[in-house]
């Protein structure tokens, strides 16, 4: 018979690396907000921040609108859409490189 002891719940607890994290451990998304709440102080990236949301929501409803209409047109402006909303991440990763301090490991130059 099969040890109970060895048994593992995998719903309870993930393995990366040998180092088992719990059910409520969320270690990128709080680093994440770690670095992103100095650089949301930033005016440019509010903005950022706002435009990107716009152009998602205005790309949800052209996706839809082409998926309707089959426009090759319509698909064209979306793809613009989409990679307009490329560049905007793109601006606020500069944000957020402006305002890292160098060091050691990561010169930035």
């Avoid at 440019?44 to 052209?62: K, M, P």
Wanted: charged share 15%; hydrophobic share 45%; net charge positive.
């Amino acid at each position: 018979m099969e040890d109970l002891r060895l048994r593992s719940n995998p719903i309870k607890s993930f393995s990366v690396g040998g180092k088992i994290l719990g059910k409520h451990s969320f270690p990128v998304f709080t680093s994440l907000l770690r670095e992103l709440k100095p650089v949301y102080k930033d005016n440019r990236f509010q903005r950022i921040v706002w435009l990107g949301l716009v152009n998602f929501l205005s790309l949800l409803l052209l996706l839809s609108w082409c998926n309707v209409t089959e426009s090759m047109g319509l698909l064209s402006y979306t793809y613009l859409i989409f990679f307009d909303t490329l560049c905007l991440c793109i601006c606020a990763l500069s944000i957020w490189v402006e305002q890292k301090k160098p060091n050691a490991l990561y010169t930035f130059g």
